[in-house]
């Protein structure tokens, strides 16, 4: 599954991540990673989501 989204949107899921998961810093969700892949895997973790889970979970976003 592929989670494609727009950099320009990006802004508006980190108010949805937040609200759905509390526990997110500013800091958890600032793109600051070379690949979207890189990215998703950290936050994976903190969210003890697989990978896959989270791209799902942001596509319904």
């Not at 800091?27 to 990978?51: G, P, Q």
């Not at 889970?53 to 976003?61: Q, V």
């Amino acid at each position: 599954m592929s989670t494609d989204f727009d950099i320009n949107k990006w802004n508006s899921i980190q108010m949805d991540l937040k609200r759905k998961y509390p526990q997110l810093t500013n800091a958890d969700l600032m793109w600051r990673h070379e690949t979207k892949e890189d990215f998703f895997k950290i936050l994976a973790v903190k969210l003890k989501l697989s990978r896959r889970e989270l791209e799902k979970m942001i596509a319904s976003l």
